[in-house]
């Protein structure tokens, strides 16, 4: 059985029509309708008579992952998050068709990303900006149970959960500082 992969989303843009368009694509939607394997897909790509069925390795090859759904959603006229749940590997290839989907609106829009396998190997962060991807992705060692008494187990694995969070979130930070000082528009300097 293929490991679980969650990953979390956040957009960030000071174009509210990029947050019009999310709200359009994911508010109000039903649990069912999110935790479709075929809704995220269907959503970055369309329905078209072709790949309007699941296909394994079009599907990876898009997505990133062998399938993914939606948990949940929060959007509002300035903010959007999404955590998804897939299998095998993080959602790489949707966030790059929702970056170039949000690019067209606003090329200054950021996407930022964590990501944790369940067995954290791996977990990470990344972010993209103006068509350009970065990430990371280290692997963390799980306390082992048999060795810990319950109590010390538990102590591990909350200092565990919070180490996970702490690595995922620089990663994504630094991953998001390097595209926007790399690739930031450069500003025409006038000679005088």
């Known amino acids: 059985?293929?490991?679980?992969?969650?990953?979390?989303?956040e957009v960030i843009s000071k174009n509210e029509d990029v947050y019009k368009q999310l709200t359009k694509?994911?508010?109000?939607?039903?649990?069912s309708e999110l935790s479709d394997t075929l809704f995220l897909y269907h959503t970055l790509y369309g329905t078209d008579a072709e790949d309007s069925d699941y296909d394994r390795?079009?599907?990876?090859?898009?997505i990133g992952?062998?399938?993914?759904?939606?948990?949940?959603?929060?959007?509002?006229?300035?903010?959007?998050?999404?955590n998804t749940t897939s299998a095998?590997?993080?959602?790489?290839?949707?966030?790059k068709r929702l970056g170039e989907l949000l690019y067209g609106i606003d090329n200054e829009v950021l996407i930022k990303f964590t990501f944790e396998d369940e067995?954290?190997?791996?977990?990470?962060?990344?972010?993209?900006?103006?068509?350009e991807i970065d990430f990371e992705e280290e692997s963390y060692e799980q306390p082992d149970e048999?060795?810990?008494?319950?109590?010390?187990?538990?102590?591990?694995?909350?200092?565990?959960?919070?180490?996970?969070?702490?690595?995922?979130?620089?990663i994504m930070d630094n991953s998001a500082e390097f595209l926007l000082r790399e690739y930031k528009p450069k500003k025409d300097i006038k000679k005088t």
């Open 57 to 62: 390795g079009l599907y990876t090859e898009r």
């Open 25 to 31: 694509w994911f508010e109000d939607k039903s649990y």
């Open 1 to 9: 059985m293929a490991n679980h992969v969650m990953t979390t989303v």
């Open 146 to 170: 048999d060795v810990l008494s319950p109590t010390e187990y538990d102590a591990a694995r909350d200092v565990m959960y919070e180490e996970v969070y702490e690595i995922s979130e620089g």
């Open 119 to 131: 067995g954290l190997d791996p977990i990470g962060g990344g972010a993209w900006y103006r068509n």
């Open 65 to 82: 992952a062998k399938w993914a759904y939606i948990e949940d959603v929060e959007c509002d006229e300035d903010y959007f998050r999404m």
């Open 88 to 95: 095998w590997y993080f959602i790489e290839g949707a966030i």
